[in-house]
């Protein structure tokens, strides 16, 4: 008798039967979704969505039966069974912003075309999102960034972005190493080529993942990333990119509405689906988790984040983390080193740039520090963690 498949093996099994078809019959893929809720026509968002979550509706119960293996595979059923760390103090900090974060979202209901807010538009492009620039020029502050943190960083940022290991290609910015390089590349939308002002930080975000594994590979040989700081440098220079646009005395409330899409994941949808997850590892070790109870909780969960029911939006199903028993309360680790990185940000905006000696000893951490032993290093973190910022 053959050996019961895994959990994760089972959703990625679901997921690739998942199909969006257009209104010509044309199978879209994720490029031409996202590139729809990115537009700017407000009923061609509400329509694609509908596409999108229609994909995923014949596949409720068979993820909910994959949720409940994973969570039944989950060595831990608690985020503080991971991390010795509570996630109550930092979703707490997050919840008494909320409220301020949905007026933010009815506000651009209104400047994207919408009568109200809508799921469909959280990714949705302000008509008025800055005037280009050259990469150029996107480069150069960024150079000024990576400076401004450590000793040779602007030489990294030309370096890199000089390069063949940027490459403008695909929908979605990331950066990759390949099987058996020792270097990284970087992938940036075509659309970068002459990036908007808020896309910088984008830039800068994915320059921090490369930086982070250089260093790493030649401080910490063949050691893996502690999963709570892979983010962690990515996220530093993302923010401290953003600091310094609002300082180069740019208009601060299109820059705020900029922002508004990263704010949003940090403050509402991140919270909403590691709340999901707390709620349903539990219930499926006890054997109580069933599609009607599992959506039943994320219309409570996520009326609290949004102020509105998510509307059959299936953001458990289509949330892959939750399925993969080898990443427990990854939405936690993402949560916490996003804190971390910005109260980084802070530091650096106040005392400068560090010496890279210091500056390979935090990456050298980065990499052999649990969270726990960080926190013990770094007081001042523990506040952070412990009542987030």
């Not at 700017?40 to 969505?49: F, L, Q, S, V, Y």
Request: charged content about 30%; some cysteine; proline content about 6%.
């Amino acid at each position: 008798m053959p050996a019961p498949e895994k959990a994760f093996s089972q959703y990625l099994r679901l997921k690739s039967r998942v199909r969006q078809y257009g209104a010509d019959g044309r199978r879209l893929g994720p490029a031409d979704i996202i590139s729809v809720l990115r537009g700017t026509n407000a009923a061609e968002r509400k329509n694609i969505w509908k596409i999108l979550c229609g994909g995923w509706r014949p596949f409720r119960a068979e993820g909910c039966s994959a949720l409940v293996l994973a969570g039944r595979e989950k060595t831990a059923s608690s985020v503080a069974d991971v991390f010795v760390v509570d996630s109550a103090p930092l979703l707490k900090a997050l919840a008494g912003k909320r409220a301020g974060l949905q007026k933010e979202l009815e506000a651009k209901a209104a400047l994207v075309g919408a009568n109200g807010f809508r799921y469909c538009d959280l990714w949705a492009r302000l008509p008025d999102a800055g005037e280009p620039v050259t990469f150029e020029a996107a480069v150069k502050e960024i150079e000024a960034v990576y400076e401004g943190v450590l000793e040779g960083g602007r030489d990294f940022v030309r370096d890199l972005a000089g390069s063949g290991r940027l490459l403008f290609e695909g929908a979605e910015p990331r950066c990759v190493t390949p099987e058996g390089a020792n270097s990284e590349l970087v992938y940036l939308p075509a659309s970068f080529k002459n990036p908007r002002p808020q896309e910088i930080p984008v830039i800068a975000h994915e320059f921090g993942h490369a930086l982070h594994c250089a260093y790493a590979r030649r401080l910490a040989p063949g050691k893996p990333f502690n999963i709570v700081f892979a983010e962690y440098f990515s996220q530093l220079f993302e923010e401290l990119a953003w600091r310094r646009l609002e300082a180069a005395g740019r208009d601060r409330e299109a820059l705020r509405l900029g922002r508004l899409e990263q704010r949003v994941l940090d403050g509402l949808l991140t919270p909403a689906v590691l709340e999901l997850e707390e709620y349903s590892v539990p219930a499926a070790k006890r054997g109580a988790l069933t599609l009607e109870k599992l959506e039943a909780a994320e219309d409570r969960i996520f009326r609290e984040w949004f102020n509105e029911p998510p509307l059959e939006a299936l953001f458990w199903l289509r949330s892959e983390r939750l399925f993969n028993p080898e990443l427990p309360f990854h939405n936690f680790v993402y949560l916490a080193g996003r804190a971390l990185a910005q109260a980084a940000a802070a530091r650096f905006a106040r005392t400068g740039r560090i010496k890279r000696a210091a500056f390979d000893q935090l990456v050298q951490d980065a990499v052999e520090l649990d969270l726990r032993h960080w926190l013990a290093k770094y007081p001042d973190d523990a506040a952070v963690i412990k009542g987030a910022p």
